[in-house]
């Protein structure tokens, strides 16, 4: 849900495994900008992935680090996690997305309690 966990920081914010959020959005270059809060501590992981925003099967495209397309069991994953002791926007851009109306799909992928926290803070496409 789209909330506050600190004052005046606000964000798509999960806190449990599996939960999912998808935005549509219009695409002219095919290019997606991804930026989501990293940390020392209190974070976990994501999967990222995109598909036609009607549910059309046979139209659905996938997103890896380089913007390649890669299969439905190949969704890209961001790690809300690292070692630098400070806390701040990290972004990750993925070119060749496709055109049009496209539908990126965000979903929690937590192993342990305690490490399900994931923030997004920003989408561009253009």
Known sequence: SFQE???DKPGWITYSAGSEIAFDLNFERGDLT???????????????????AREDPDS???????GERL????PLQLSGLWEERKSELAK??????????????FKSACVLPGECKFKLLLLVSC
């Open 5 to 7: 966990d600190v004052p």
């Open 71 to 74: 299969r439905a069991t190949t």
């Open 34 to 52: 991804i930026g989501y809060l990293r940390s020392y501590a209190g974070l976990g992981k994501a999967l990222v992935w995109v598909s036609s």
């Open 92 to 105: 990750k851009t993925v070119r060749g997305i496709g055109h049009g109306r496209i539908r990126v799909h």
């Open 60 to 66: 659905k495209a996938r997103l890896g680090p380089g």
